[in-house]
């Protein structure tokens, strides 16, 4: 069998290992990053990395389209290694996240990755576009479940007195039942506090492990056993009204 034959197998074999559902989502989303570099090419693309699980989808779709794990009809995928990605800490953000996200960079192997010490997501898009002027598109591990009713396309131009930039949310469409199927199934490795009950993860002070998951003997269930998927932020303790200036969400 010939080498490229046998890349197929392997992309239909991991495609094939989802449900029918989720394949359909992980090929819409392949698709959303393919359009995302036919509009804006690989320099101009960027990812904003948190260590959510949101967004480790993302980063685990890209890096599986640039090595060859998932099928796509990009010229030269390996370039996707070179996009931006960036980091928003805040001082109140979880250790453990800190770590994982260090920790999976640098088994991703990602070539460019910066850090700044901003919790604003309007204050992070500043910061990186002065620091890298041709970027056009923003990766984010935005879901419809995020924005409370409010309608947003998949590529959104930012407005008011935001950087001019265009929002890309590869995942929109997926459920939180989605995300833990494909981490699960892929066996990627996550933050660990997800495994201690909590289902989103916030500021340290804004957050607490997802009630629905605590058993009788006072330990908490790991966040995939929650099966009501409306309750996924159940363990923030403010409000996620203004999500969309926070980097907040995983």
């Known amino acids: 069998m010939d080498q490229k034959k046998e890349i197929k197998k392997t992309n239909d074999q991991i495609i094939n290992s989802f449900s029918t559902e989720l394949q359909t989502k992980v090929k819409t989303s392949i698709s959303i990053i393919e359009e995302a570099v036919a509009r804006y090419g690989y320099e101009g693309l960027s990812l904003s990395y948190n260590g959510g699980k949101d967004c480790l989808i993302i980063l685990d779709l890209i890096h599986s389209i640039a090595t060859g794990i998932l099928p796509t009809n990009l010229t030269n995928p390996e370039k996707l290694k070179e996009i931006v990605l960036f980091y928003l800490r805040d001082e109140d953000d979880f250790e453990e996240i800190d770590e994982f996200v260090n920790t999976s960079l640098r088994s991703y192997d990602f070539r460019n990755y910066t850090k700044f010490a901003t919790n604003s997501l309007k204050q992070g898009l ?31 131009p930012t407005n008011g ?69 409306s309750s996924e932020r159940d363990g923030r303790i403010l409000s996620l009204s203004n999500s969309s200036t926070s980097t907040q969400i995983h």
């Open 161 to 229: 007195d935001w950087p001019e930039s265009i929002r890309i949310s590869p995942i929109m469409e997926w459920n939180y039942s989605d995300i833990w199927d494909y981490l699960l199934t892929k066996k990627v490795s996550y933050c660990e506090l997800y495994d201690q009950g909590y289902t989103s993860l916030g500021l340290k002070s804004q957050t607490k492990q997802n009630p629905l998951l605590k058993q009788k003997n006072g330990e908490f269930l790991p966040a995939w056993v929650l099966s009501q998927k």
């Open 126 to 156: 500043i910061y990186i576009l002065k620091e890298y002027p041709k970027l056009q598109g923003i990766f984010l591990g935005t879901r419809t479940a995020d924005l409370k009713g409010r309608k947003q396309p998949i590529f959104a």
